[in-house]
């Protein structure tokens, strides 16, 4: 019954800005924390960033630290990934995640979105 919807994605010229987005609805948003993981052609899902239940704690992998940011809107319901300084490593098919709790990292991971491709050119 959860639903997650991202949006956002596109291609971009290397040093550009995306704004990811992942709607949310099935159950009470605000008590779950949330995150963005990301998966490259050929390659594995990776961890990109991560957000508590309150927006008071994030976290992020050291590929996107100080080029990304996340933050979470509890009245809308919406997680975002503000991607800065684009390279061409970050091209992959960003997925949101829901967790099983308030507090990042959860302990299972199985409310996904559908991803939304981002290309970013050299």
């Known amino acids: 019954q959860v639903q997650l919807v991202e949006s956002g994605g596109g291609l971009v010229q290397a040093g550009g800005s995306l704004r990811l987005s992942c709607a949310a609805s099935?159950?009470?948003?605000?008590?779950?924390?949330m995150g963005w993981f990301r998966q490259a052609p050929g390659k594995e899902r990776e961890f990109v960033a991560g957000?508590?239940?309150?927006?008071?704690?994030?976290f992020y992998a050291d590929s996107v630290k100080g080029r990304f940011t996340i933050s979470r809107d509890n009245v809308k319901n919406t997680v975002y990934l503000q991607m800065n300084t684009l390279k061409p490593e970050d091209t992959a098919v960003y997925y949101c995640?829901?967790?099983?709790?308030?507090?990042?990292?959860?302990?299972?991971?199985?409310?996904w979105g559908q991803g939304t491709q981002v290309t970013v050119s050299s």
């Open positions: 995640l829901q967790a099983d709790g308030g507090w990042w990292p959860p302990s299972r991971y199985d409310y």
């Open positions: 099935g159950r009470t948003f605000s008590n779950y924390a």
């Open positions: 957000i508590s239940w309150n927006g008071g704690s994030t």
